[in-house]
């Protein structure tokens, strides 16, 4: 059933467990997320980025996951990342029920700026808002988060953020970063710096860039011909100190693009002669859903419909 992210969000933060917010680019994605959920009864989050607006279009990508969304299960439709207002306003004109402004490039001033905007736009729609305080690096590991381009989330500042927008949950940076080479060692988060923005701030809390980088995935992926050097994500152990100190949505596309590409090129290599994209693509779905699973009981989501 489509719900909106805040009916998900609140639920999971009273509950203290953790709802994953997978991305999607395509059918056979939206697929995998929501038969995953419906196995596992859990409430989901299926987003798009700008990027897959821009590659699959809106109203392709949105009716897909309208569908998915009759589902038997709580599901929000969210775009994820938005910068431009333009496509930020589509989405909430189209059906999306929760939309993310993500200002943490801007000053801070101008972040909250542009962040009321969208929260006042979204709002008298009753569409959800998430907004981000803080910056993840691309590719950087946590002792590199003084570089320009990674700064972590200020508890105080985080309070004032939420007071001055009247954003519906925050996502915060505490050392994650996006892609598939987080880390160039064991992972290290500031679980501290979680601690005291739980405390403070009463909205549940929003974790980009942790993909486990599931290790079964890179195997496949490795062994029929990807070259990933040196991948490591935030393992389970670690994630699940992070929904225990209050982390409610958890964002997952890394994984779900590795087992894609796992599942490709697994069937295009060990069956050179099949050329039916239902083939081909049938693998990848499969390993997407497990993957989905997997991240759905790690969270503590499963039977929380």
Do not use: W
Not at 73 to 96: E, N, W
Not at 104 to 121: A, D, H, P, R
Not at 278 to 302: F, P, Q, T
């Amino acid at each position: 059933m489509l719900v909106t992210g805040r009916q998900i969000l609140n639920k999971a933060q009273k509950g203290n467990y953790g709802v994953a917010a997978f991305n999607t680019n395509n059918l056979e994605i939206t697929q995998a997320i929501i038969e995953a959920a419906k196995e596992l009864k859990s409430p989901v989050i299926i987003q798009t980025s700008e990027g897959a607006i821009a590659y699959a279009g809106l109203e392709y990508i949105f009716s897909i996951m309208k569908i998915a969304a009759k589902a038997p299960v709580p599901v929000a439709i969210h775009l994820d990342h938005g910068k431009d207002l333009k496509i930020i306003k589509a989405c909430i004109d189209i059906g999306y029920t929760s939309v993310m402004i993500d200002g943490s490039s801007l000053k801070y001033q101008k972040n909250i700026e542009v962040t009321k905007k969208v929260v006042s736009m979204a709002h008298k729609k009753g569409v959800s808002v998430e907004a981000e305080l803080g910056a993840l690096a691309g590719i950087e590991d946590f002792v590199s988060v003084e570089a320009k381009d990674a700064t972590l989330t200020n508890p105080e500042q985080a309070v004032e953020f939420v007071k001055k927008t009247g954003c519906d949950y925050l996502a915060i940076s505490i050392g994650t970063s996006h892609g598939l080479h987080k880390f160039t060692s064991e992972p290290k988060l500031d679980l501290n710096r979680l601690q005291q923005i739980n405390k403070l701030v009463k909205i549940p809390l929003v974790l980009h860039g942790a993909s486990e980088v599931d290790k079964r995935m890179v195997k496949i992926a490795k062994k029929y011909g990807a070259k990933l050097k040196k991948a490591r994500g935030v393992n389970d152990a670690l994630m699940k100190k992070c929904v225990k100190l209050g982390i409610n949505k958890v964002n997952t596309d890394t994984d779900l693009r590795l087992a894609f590409d796992a599942g490709v090129r697994e069937i295009i290599k060990t069956k050179p002669a099949v050329f039916d994209p239902r083939d081909i693509l049938g693998k990848a779905k499969e390993y997407m859903k497990e993957v989905a699973k997997e991240r759905i009981i790690v969270l503590g989501s499963k039977n929380k419909a």
